[in-house]
């Protein structure tokens, strides 16, 4: 697969070859699809700024816990070479972290019946409650549906005869999540300096789910930025310009969680005043 990510997009694609090879020689005969998603295929982001690649492995029904098992243990010591490459060094409480919330996990697999089905938790490996009341599911499957490739197998997509539709419930449960997730990264962040990370998922996110409330077809995240800047109040182009920041140089200012949190706030309160409007 060709690219022209610069030096850290290199590794990541090389670390890419080597899951759907290893999977490929592996589990061939269980295997339904490799999807990827996320920042590598965002033709805007030439130079990659984010540590994880965003797959979801799809087998077949047969598949057992212990295929499940044994497949994320030899993914785990691929993940670890691949991390090791990018010099990223992670404590073992922002590993848990990321493993528990499901963000920048670098896989996740499913069986086929509950990718189809849509079942959340089941997809992206997290517990029940967290998926079923905190996650804004439809918003994450529409940004899934609208920015992804096919890297290996059946399209699965293909069977999505309708489109996820943004509800209030949805902007009620975004506002949750990424209030949570912004406020947890706010009192962490002086302990954790990887924590911003965190707040500009919040941010990522809360995008996202303007992005897919204003039913817009823009795909890329700086595509996003640049439309919601031009309505954005000040407080928000601010908290917008330090978003940008990090995730072009992953550099946080002091107040960056804070701005984060904010940021969060207004843009979910936009959304729900026009959600009644």
């Not at 701005?259 to 309160?269: G, Q, S, T």
Request: glycine fraction near 4%.
């Amino acid at each position: 697969m060709e690219n022209n990510y610069g030096m850290n997009g290199q590794i990541f694609f090389k670390y890419l070859n080597m899951v759907t090879n290893y999977l490929e020689r592996n589990y061939g005969d269980k295997l339904i699809s490799i999807i990827l998603f996320g920042s590598l295929i965002d033709e805007d982001e030439r130079i990659i700024i984010s540590s994880d690649v965003d797959l979801i492995i799809i087998t077949n029904d047969s598949s057992s816990l212990n295929d499940f098992q044994t497949m994320k243990q030899s993914l785990f010591k691929l993940e670890n070479n691949f991390l090791s490459h990018l010099r990223i060094r992670e404590s073992a409480f922002i590993r848990g972290l990321q493993r528990a919330t499901g963000m920048f996990c670098n896989f996740f697999i499913c069986r086929v019946s509950d990718f189809k089905d849509r079942n959340f938790a089941k997809v992206f490996n997290i517990n029940s409650i967290m998926g079923g009341f905190l996650a804004p599911q439809n918003s994450v499957w529409l940004s899934l549906l609208r920015q992804h490739r096919i890297i290996w197998g059946e399209d699965v997509f293909k069977e999505w005869k309708t489109l996820p539709r943004i509800t209030r419930c949805d902007l009620i449960q975004s506002f949750l999540m990424n209030s949570l997730l912004a406020i947890g990264a706010l009192f962490l962040f002086p302990f954790h300096s990887q924590i911003a990370k965190f707040s500009m998922e919040a941010m990522k996110w809360s995008l996202f789910t303007w992005r897919n409330f204003s039913n817009l077809s823009l795909l890329t995240l700086a595509q996003i930025c640049t439309e919601f800047a031009e309505a954005a109040s000040i407080m928000e182009l601010r908290a917008l310009h330090s978003f940008m920041e990090y995730r072009k140089n992953k550099t946080s200012g002091n107040y960056f969680a804070l701005l984060a949190l904010i940021f969060v706030f207004l843009i979910h309160r936009s959304l729900l005043r026009h959600s009644y409007g």
